[in-house]
């Protein structure tokens, strides 16, 4: 059986494909080579000790800063409680491997003083 269809043009193929990483995404008008900006707001924009534009922040800065942000905001949202438990369970997980290894390798070796008959 013979399929005939027409080749796909390029932009069909990659239409739904991104084709720019997702941490430099970019607007219509900044065009494709454009240099990666990011916009704060305008209370995170002034720096403490001065007015004025800091540095600007590449991709893979703002991917750190927003992936620290998360861990932190995660940790923060731990109780004590949660931490005890959490150390107990890491504990008495590893002495519940360390007694299993036990029990197989001694109910697994051979008495001395068994005699083969």
Same mark, same amino acid.
């Given at each position: ?5 027409? !080749? /796909?043009?390029?932009?069909? =193929? &990659?239409?739904?494909?991104? &084709? &720019? !990483? ?6 219509? =008008? $900044?065009? @494709? ?8 707001? !305008? ?11 800091? !540095?600007? $922040?590449?991709? $893979? ?6 992936? /620290? ?19 107990? @369970? @890491? ?7 360390? &007694? ?9 070796? $051979? ?7």
């Amino acid at each position: 059986m013979t399929v005939t269809s027409v !080749p /796909r043009s390029v932009s069909d =193929a &990659t239409r739904f494909t991104p &084709t &720019t !990483p997702h941490a430099s995404s970019k607007t219509v =008008a $900044e065009g @494709r080579f454009a240099v990666p900006t990011t916009r704060k707001a !305008p209370a995170a924009a002034s720096a403490p000790g001065g007015g004025g534009k800091g !540095p600007v $922040e590449t991709p $893979e800065q703002r991917v750190a800063r927003l992936r /620290r942000a998360h861990q932190a905001a995660k940790l923060s949202q731990v109780s004590k409680v949660d931490k005890i438990i959490d150390g107990g @369970r @890491r504990f008495f997980d590893s002495a519940h491997k360390l &007694t299993v290894a036990g029990l197989i390798g001694f109910t697994g070796k $051979e008495h001395p003083h068994q005699t083969a008959s």
